[in-house]
């Protein structure tokens, strides 16, 4: 077999295409990554500066996700309470209306009054948001962690609204 032969010009016609092609690999790397560094070998400190930005972002992502889903929370417990409200302001009408009633009346008062207390009962079984319950008295806690750095973490305990000696208990851990 016999050499080939290149001349100088075509050596450096090849060498600068084979330049190109890299360059152009390069290049569709990052476009369809997206990242201008891809690996640590195209620069390590800034990948590892955008790594360490991204898991940041991704951290507090993940808490943004848990207030988000807190937040869901609370309101299910906060329109619980207020249909539980209303609930009440008419077994008080009921009770008033019982003051002048005859006996007739009095076992129809009495049959709406223990009606709207069942529907109490269910209401504050059925005020949940994925598994929390904060106002049927359970003991259950929601934790709120606001950072990953620090310790602000806001609890809210729930508790019984039935039993008008508890209030809402919540605390704030900073």
Do not use: H, W
């Not at 951290?59 to 299910?76: A, N």
């Not at 077994?91 to 076992?107: C, L, R, V």
């Not at 259950?140 to 962690?145: F, H, I």
């Amino acid at each position: 077999m016999s050499d080939v032969t290149l001349s100088s010009s075509v050596r450096q016609s090849l060498l600068s295409l084979q330049g190109t092609t890299s360059l152009i690999e390069k290049t569709q790397n990052r476009l369809s990554t997206g990242l201008r560094v891809s690996s640590a070998i195209d620069d390590p400190v800034a990948f590892f500066q955008a790594k360490s930005l991204s898991d940041r972002a991704s951290d507090l992502l993940e808490k943004k996700d848990g207030i988000d889903q807190s937040i869901s929370t609370v309101t299910v417990a906060l329109d619980g309470v207020e249909s539980i409200e209303s609930l009440v302001k008419q077994m008080k009408g009921i009770s008033n209306s019982m003051k002048s009633a005859t006996t007739a009346q009095m076992d129809d008062l009495v049959t709406q009054f223990n009606d709207i207390r069942t529907q109490i009962n269910n209401l504050t079984t059925d005020a949940q948001y994925q598994g929390t319950n904060l106002i049927n008295g359970t003991g259950t806690t929601l934790k709120v962690e606001f950072s990953e750095k620090t310790a602000s973490v806001l609890n809210i305990a729930s508790v019984d609204v039935t039993n008008a000696t508890t209030g809402l208990n919540i605390g704030v851990v900073a």
